[in-house]
């Protein structure tokens, strides 16, 4: 599998739809089974008001489209992050996945980043889990990552790989670490057994430096791959190998929790639950 | 606050609760507000058998008469593991949280790890969150760690810190890698912006060695504290600052959930509820 930390133009349309084209069918050329491109490849990030989102906006028909023609001759799938605009006109930070033969879901990011806020509407929908042929796919978009509740349910619904389209903003850290969101990646791979791959993106937008945090985490939760100087991660990987939760001779990440004990705690020796 | 990586001798009761009664004593008059010791700090860990276990396992009231005793005089709050006999003669893996004047609440581990399966019966109801004088303290055991269900529901329930007596057995890491349970911790912290502090144990027991990963995490998820020379991890926190859990203009971690969509995803176009 690869991600592809590309450097989206913002508002230039043609030019990323060419280069995410041009992305994926090099990819699906060189044989990778699963490609994941950043969020918003098509549009960039930055937008300087919602008409300007809206001006570039594709429906997910024309995504889906322009990708699975990409990939046509080819078995792999492509998670691609786009700027949506919807059947009721509203706009979506979504992404597809896409095969040769057409559209396997679209995903609309359901806890928008700060000024997304103004742009985007969130999704109404729960995250979606593709059966491929290359295995179970969950798929989150950026934010969405930080909630433990998403990458739960997508292991509990049968993921092997969560794919993540990410723009991530660049924050400083202290010295030696990994950027916080790849540190949040990691522990959603180990305490789920899961494979997860972030795609992040490059190029500064506005002024706007981005993390280039791309990085492809075993189900142990460490990072296994990250990008070259062609800006590319591969790697190889058995996504099957996901479906073994076990941790121990006797414990199973997913067998282990306590489903009766959650959403609760106790207060001064009360038991209340958690609203 | 602080976090003590004890050494523990499996089986030796009486010199085992003389080093934490040592230790509480001397951090309190240290001025230490929090004090948190190791998983099992009574007994040890590696038992040869559930009798071994038994043989060496105390009352809560007893933990708890022998803490206060060591607190007294002070307004220090410790949080304990230790080998906990219940009423009905059943044993527990199990943290006492206590003052000088008693005990505040007791815990008993509800995900257990391994072999303590073969020990410990696990706990029942779900984990605390006590008021104290530094603020509100939650408490997990090692394992239930990484749980983040547990650790989302401490935070929505209040908890500022969430103490976690720990044994982690060592395993191997990539080269530059933190310990993996402390990358868990952090995103711990950080999705939740609660602090963390984890207390590790040391010293080899039955040819089992520890990871020695005490470590204190500021709620933006960073190590802020590891233990010196003495064993001892160190941090001045204002735990107040975790009841802000603001992380952008328009973000707020606990706000931003969408308890509506957890526990579904969507399959091939239809949504399914997690059973």
């Not at 995903?107 to 295995?135: C, I, M, N, Q």
């Not at 790697?235 to 959650?262: C, H, M, Q, T």
Request: hydrophobic share 45%.
């Amino acid at each position: 599998m690869s991600c592809h930390q590309l450097a989206p133009v913002v508002g230039d349309l043609g030019g990323n739809c060419e280069l995410i084209a041009e992305t994926l069918s090099s990819a699906a050329a060189g044989g990778s089974d699963v490609v994941v491109l950043p969020e918003l490849a098509t549009s960039g990030y930055v937008f300087a008001s919602q008409e300007e989102a809206a001006s570039v906006a594709l429906s997910a028909a024309e995504v889906i489209a322009q990708c699975a023609m990409a990939l046509s001759g080819s078995t792999t799938v492509a998670v691609v992050g786009f700027c949506e605009r919807g059947e009721d006109g509203l706009l979506h930070n979504s992404a597809a996945i896409v095969d040769a033969d057409g559209g396997l879901a679209v995903y609309r990011k359901t806890h928008l980043w700060d000024a997304e806020k103004l742009v985007f509407t969130p999704g109404s929908a729960p995250p979606p889990v593709v059966p491929t042929a290359a295995g179970k796919v969950g798929v989150l978009v950026c934010y969405d990552l930080e909630f433990p509740e998403l990458t739960r349910q997508l292991a509990l619904a049968g993921a092997e790989l969560i794919a993540v389209p990410t723009n991530w903003p660049l924050f400083d850290r202290p010295a030696g670490e990994r950027p916080a969101e790849t540190m949040i990646a990691m522990a959603a791979a180990r305490t789920n057994r899961v494979f997860v791959a972030c795609c992040d993106r490059t190029g500064v937008e506005r002024g706007q430096r981005w993390t280039e945090g791309t990085a492809i985490v075993d189900r142990d939760g460490w990072v296994v791959a990250i990008p070259g100087a062609d800006g590319t991660a591969v790697a190889e990987l058995d996504l099957g190998l996901a479906r073994d939760k076990a941790i121990s001779p006797r414990n199973d990440v997913l067998d282990d929790r306590r489903p009766e004990l959650y959403q609760a705690v106790v207060h001064g020796g009360e038991v209340s639950q958690i609203p």
